[in-house]
């Protein structure tokens, strides 16, 4: 079976289960878990943030940042796209009682005129106080696209005029990190909070860890309690996210390039309407007919190829750390014979 579902479905390597079984470990109730602390001090130098804090999931790191930087009734600007407003399960006005202002960018990505229009007047207290803006790089639903990092900086000036906070769900940033030879110095130095995960791209089974400035980050292990976050001897998989660290982010690249590979040839066929273009590890796209989707699912179920439909017949593949290069050649080769449709 070849899964190309998404970049979670990664089981965590013979070496990875090694440093695993090799963790110091202690409570992190009480901060005593040294392999966490080591991942978070870690994490926390990379991005020059000060304090980072490990969770269970990216949905619970954003979760926590959205409650770390507003009032219930405020609200959010993101969007149409964003996976807070789409796939945390109505997260945003459930724990932290706001609203999402929806931003009709391209490819998940917006310009920063657009956030200047969807701020409301604070003394218009008709309207939501808008408290923060969030984006997220890679954009997951834009087909994996990167931010233009200069339009981030003038987002974050307009954020600074109007005291607004600015978050970025940076689930899949090693991604656009690796892809425009970025580095999380950069980002830090942007933003208030990132969420960063670790069970995607860098393939580990469980983690993402949320930096931030201290002043802000204060609260956040009270909010991750409160969300039922918080963990005792987790350092076996703090020691998962070290050893990605070291070993699992360059490799991105290999990623990135078979993704390319993969629009390329759906790019051949006749039956293919439109690929997004691929700038990371996520291929979406669309085929002409209903037909061509049953046939083109038909076609791959036979030959043991799963992926993901995005509903209003888009398709997604994600390459990663389990899909090999013996697999690629394969897909590619059934891929080929569909031409013959
Ligand atoms: C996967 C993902 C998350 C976090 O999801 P979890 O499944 O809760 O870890 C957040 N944002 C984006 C863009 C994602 O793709």
């Not at 969770?55 to 926590?64: D, E, I, K, L, S």
């Not at 791959?300 to 990663?320: A, P, W, Y």
Request: hydrophobic fraction near 40%; include cysteine.
């Amino acid at each position: 079976m070849i899964d190309l579902r998404s970049d979670t479905v990664t089981k965590p390597t013979e070496k990875m289960l090694e440093a695993m079984f090799q963790a110091k470990v202690g409570d992190d109730v009480y901060k005593e878990d040294a392999t966490i602390n080591l991942l978070e001090e870690r994490i926390a130098d990379m991005f020059g943030m000060e304090q980072a804090l490990f969770f269970p999931t990216g949905t619970m790191a954003n979760q926590t940042a959205i409650k770390l930087h507003t009032q219930p009734g405020d609200q959010v600007i993101c969007d149409k796209d964003a996976h807070i407003y789409h796939y945390e399960g109505g997260g945003a006005s459930f724990n932290s009682g706001v609203s999402c202002k929806l931003v009709h960018g391209d490819k998940g990505m917006f310009a920063s005129g657009q956030v200047i229009e969807a701020i409301n007047p604070p003394d218009f207290y008709h309207s939501p106080l808008t408290a923060l803006v969030e984006v997220e790089n890679t954009a997951n639903r834009g087909g994996g696209s990167c931010w233009d990092f200069e339009e981030l900086k003038k987002i974050r000036a307009i954020c600074d005029q109007n005291h607004l906070g600015f978050h970025l769900d940076g689930a899949r940033l090693w991604n656009a990190l690796i892809a425009k030879n970025e580095s999380p110095k950069q980002y830090g130095q942007l933003f208030d909070t990132i969420s960063v995960c670790l069970s995607k791209g860098l393939g580990c089974p469980v983690g993402s860890v949320l930096v931030g400035k201290k002043e802000l980050m204060k609260n956040a292990m009270r909010i991750r309690k409160i969300l039922g976050g918080g963990m005792r001897q987790v350092g076996y998989l703090g020691a998962a996210g070290l050893y990605a660290l070291d070993n699992h982010v360059e490799r991105l690249k290999e990623d990135h390039q078979r993704a390319k590979e993969i629009e390329m040839a759906l790019n051949k066929l006749d039956m293919v309407k439109l690929v997004t273009p691929v700038e990371t590890n996520i291929v979406i796209f669309e085929l002409n007919q209903k037909e061509d989707e049953k046939t083109f699912l038909n076609h791959l179920q036979e030959n043991k190829i799963v992926l993901s439909g995005m509903g209003n017949g888009k398709l997604r593949i994600v390459t990663h750390l389990d899909y090999t290069q013996e697999m690629h050649e394969r897909f590619l080769e059934v891929l080929s014979k569909l031409s013959a449709y």
